[in-house]
């Protein structure tokens, strides 16, 4: 089972600033990595697929980038919105073998 | 596209639980649904992942043996039993489309005696 883990566990940052949060997996999953966002009580949301490709409707403040192991989501400038826990997610074995890291929660300073 | 799952279950341990996702706006047969659960408190688990053209699903070892997934391509609606309950079923638990880009509101699971 490929294992992914997620740095930092929490970011505490203000609205405005830049958040980098980190998704290193155990094994190479090419560029089959994707971002996700949830908020309390909500499902999921997806924002990168394919390592670096928004999904529709998501802000450009939003970019991801890395392939093989190392893989960096940005926040160019944090939205009172965007405070929040970030999932990683790989799917190199689409569709089967799928696993999420444990997530990084960004919360207000 | 929507994926709208059925209301929250109370089942005592050893129990099995069925929970249902009704999808819509999209041809139900082309894509692929995917179950995924949450713990209190906890991260996302992958379950496994369903085929609604053949009716085949793949399941995470951890739960193979107690995950059964069927259709109904009249109502378009998957459904996923989990048998066996314990403790740590506990969770709200999600359908998926076949790339994550859409979701069910989440069906909360809670096991207790």
């Known amino acids: 089972e490929i294992v992914l883990t997620q740095s930092p566990a929490t970011l505490s940052l203000s609205p405005g600033e830049r958040a980098t949060l980190s998704c290193r997996a155990s094994q190479n999953v090419s560029n089959y990595l994707g971002w996700f966002q949830q908020k309390p009580g909500q499902a999921p949301r997806l924002l990168i697929y394919?390592?670096?490709n928004r999904a529709p409707g998501i802000p450009a403040r939003f970019s991801g980038s890395g392939s093989g192991t190392d893989f960096t989501l940005t926040i160019s400038s944090l939205e009172p919105e965007d405070f929040a826990v970030y999932y990683c997610?790989?799917?190199?074995?689409?569709?089967?073998?799928?696993?999420f890291g444990p997530g990084t929660k960004v919360d207000i300073k | 596209v929507q994926l709208v799952q059925s209301g929250s279950e109370v089942k005592k341990p050893g129990a099995s639980v069925n929970i249902s996702c009704r999808a819509s706006?999209?041809?139900?047969?082309?894509?692929?649904i995917h179950w995924v659960r949450q713990a209190p408190g906890q991260g996302l688990e992958w379950m496994g992942v369903f085929n609604p053209s053949s009716g085949n699903s793949r399941s995470a070892q951890k739960f193979q043996g107690r995950v059964t997934v069927t259709r109904d391509t009249s109502t378009t609606t998957v459904y996923m039993e989990l048998s066996s309950l314990r403790s740590d079923d506990t969770a709200v638990y999600f359908c998926a489309s076949q790339s994550f880009d859409y979701w069910g509101q989440g069906t909360l699971v809670t096991v207790s005696s």
């Open positions: 706006g999209y041809t139900f047969t082309n894509y692929y």
């Open positions: 394919d390592a670096s």
């Open positions: 997610q790989q799917r190199r074995n689409r569709p089967l073998g799928l696993t």
